[in-house]
């Protein structure tokens, strides 16, 4: 079955240690994203990357980090998360444009 | 980043057509599309429409752009219940490889 797998699912941390959310996509797509979920936002886009070590940012990247070294993993990295980074946070794939496929999101909380 | 926005709530009757509106500042834009968020998952491509067409019908759903004046509108029609999401509307622009996405409008579907 295609589909972006996000892991974990809920993840409650507290301020300044780091944690790793992965994200993997079996559908070869060239393409991968990030986006964080607020209420009365919308998306907004982390960081992007076009291939395989290749990432950019996108409109909110402060305190993120991510790599791309495998074409199917894209992981997100919060070195030294903080209150404000308490949100609902999705990966997604493409093979065109923005026809994105979407994982299941995850939840995180830091208090 | 680019602009969208769309309205926040829309209540309907079931049986009723729902229309949801859009609007969007980057003339730029190739694709726009709409999204579809089922509560506690991620989101799901509904449809899309290429920035030189009017008008694009599927089944219950018809996407109309006004380009003059950069609006967007999804059409459902006979809503059901089981058409009570989120729906964002979003637009690829062709020079930055990132969908951009509304605030969302949550759809309500009543008895």
């Known amino acids: 079955e295609a589909q972006v797998t996000q892991n974990p699912r809920y993840l409650i941390t507290v301020t300044g240690k780091k944690l790793t959310v992965t994200c993997s996509q079996n559908?070869?797509?060239?393409?991968m994203s990030w986006y964080r979920q607020d209420p009365g936002l919308g998306l907004r886009q982390i960081y992007y990357?076009?291939?395989?070590?290749?990432?950019d940012k996108g409109d909110v990247p402060e305190g993120y980090k991510v790599s791309r070294k495998e074409k199917r993993n894209f992981p997100l990295i919060l070195e030294s998360p903080s209150p404000n980074q308490t949100s609902l946070y999705f990966c997604?794939?493409?093979?065109?444009?923005?026809?994105?496929?979407f994982g299941s999101g995850t939840q995180l909380s830091v208090l | 980043g680019e602009d969208v926005e769309q309205s926040l709530f829309l209540s309907v009757r079931e049986g009723d057509s729902s229309v949801i509106n859009c609007t969007y500042t980057?003339?730029?834009?190739?694709?726009l599309y709409w999204y579809k968020q089922e509560p506690g998952a991620g989101l799901q491509l509904l449809t899309y429409?290429?920035?030189?067409?009017d008008m694009k019908q599927d089944q219950r759903l018809t996407v109309l752009l006004n380009k003059k004046d950069k609006h967007l509108s999804l059409r459902i029609a006979d809503t059901q219940t089981g058409d009570s999401a989120i729906y964002f509307c979003?637009?690829?622009?062709?020079?930055?490889?990132?969908?951009?996405f509304g605030a969302g409008t949550t759809v309500t579907v009543r008895a």
């Open positions: 997604a794939s493409s093979l065109q444009g923005g026809k994105l496929f």
């Open positions: 559908m070869n797509h060239e393409y």
């Open positions: 990357s076009m291939n395989v070590e290749v990432t």
């Open positions: 980057d003339s730029s834009s190739t694709y």
């Open positions: 429409i290429f920035s030189n067409m």
């Open positions: 979003a637009e690829w622009g062709g020079n930055d490889y990132k969908l951009s």
